[in-house]
């Protein structure tokens, strides 16, 4: 059980806070399809990040100091980077979509191609082959929680939520669900929000208002742009042990399902987002996942094709968009291009 809770959260998360990101698009009036270049090119920035501060000795120094503070330090600011990167990279879709008044698919598809074309030719300069890791050891290493770091010297000392919660766990885990509680507050119970919201259903009324609708959606879109990018790290940091490949397993594209699936609202996505994480989870470690505690993996045993388990997270996405799309309400303005002249 706590094995599946972990993987469960590990591919959960980096959905949640990504599908949140389409979120703040659209709502503004953006269609954000360029969530899963956003996440290659954050992904890149953030392990790029990494990688720099390894070859300088710091990671070394703090781990022989048993600093495991500055190393959670270091990987917020990995985090941090891969936002700030994420969020500048998405200025091409809000220059696209709001100043040329471009057609908002196209262009974030143009962005969907552009990123991993553009993050393997970095990568190919940068380490002259197809993947950037990490200087030296490997993501577990150097960036899990340990229980040590609280002071709990043996696993029996916190219990299941120990095991389960902290040790072998992710403080980027906690952050994006941290992130995701404040933004979806900011998004419901706040003027900020209300005026984001009123730009993606009827962007004349608020401009009416004295909203600045160009700006707020440039906002939306901003914000969305540094979720996604840190979506990006998350998911590199804990499913790719810290690399850049050029891609993310169309996770970019599983979270617009989740989006979808619950319907624009932040506590319909989480529970999507651990719905999805689960089948991911399914399809990466059945043969490790023990259903009775017994040693005995029935998955494995079944004699199903792994390709099939590989294929759940998505044939459950065409399922669920089958049977819910149609009740989806989507802003009302989204992708249309606001003109200030037009009433």
């Known amino acids: 059980m706590t094995f599946l809770i972990q993987q469960t959260l590990i591919y959960a998360v980096p959905l949640m806070i990504v599908a949140l ?20 090119f954050g992904a890149f920035s953030g392990v790029l990040f990494v990688n720099l501060v390894q070859r300088t000795g710091m990671f070394d120094a703090a781990k022989a100091a048993n600093d495991y503070l500055a190393l959670q330090g270091f990987e917020l600011m990995a985090m941090a980077v891969a936002a700030i990167m994420g969020a500048i990279f998405s200025l091409l879709l809000s220059f696209a979509s709001v100043n040329l008044k471009a057609d908002q698919t196209i262009g974030g598809t143009a962005l969907n191609l552009l990123a991993p074309a553009l993050v393997l030719f970095f990568i190919r300069i940068i380490a002259n082959q197809n993947t950037l890791q990490m200087y030296t050891g490997d993501a577990g290493s150097w960036f899990m929680i340990k229980k040590s770091m609280f002071g709990y010297g ?5 219990g299941f939520f120990g095991s389960t919660f902290i040790d072998k766990t992710y403080i980027a885990t906690y952050i994006c669900i941290l992130l995701f509680v404040v933004l979806s507050i900011l998004l419901y119970k706040t003027r900020f929000g209300l005026r984001l919201r009123s730009c993606g259903e009827n962007p004349q009324a608020a401009d009416s208002l004295g909203i600045n609708v160009y700006k707020t959606r440039y906002a939306g879109t901003t914000i969305s742009g540094a979720l996604a990018g840190l ?6 940091l804990t499913t790719a042990n810290c690399a850049a490949t050029g891609e993310v397993a169309g996770f970019g594209f599983l979270a617009l399902a989740v989006m979808i699936f619950g319907n624009w609202k932040p506590l319909n996505i989480a529970g999507a987002a651990l719905l999805f994480g689960l089948f991911k989870c399914v399809a990466a470690s059945y043969t490790s996942i023990d259903i009775n505690g017994d040693g005995v993996f029935l998955l494995a045993q079944l004699g199903i094709s792994g390709h099939l388990y590989r294929m759940l997270p998505y044939l459950v996405t065409l399922v669920v968009l089958a049977f819910t799309s149609k009740k989806s309400r989507a802003p009302k303005a989204e992708g249309i291009p606001y003109d200030k002249g037009k009433r």
Not at 231 to 236: L, M, P, S, T
Request: charged letters at 20%; proline letters at 0%; hydrophobic letters at 50%.
């Open 154 to 158: 043996r696993s029996d000392e916190m």
């Open 21 to 40: 990101a389409g979120v703040f698009a659209e709502r503004s009036g953006i269609i954000n399809l360029a969530l899963e270049g956003i996440m290659i």
């Open 231 to 236: 979506g990006g790290f998350v998911y590199a």
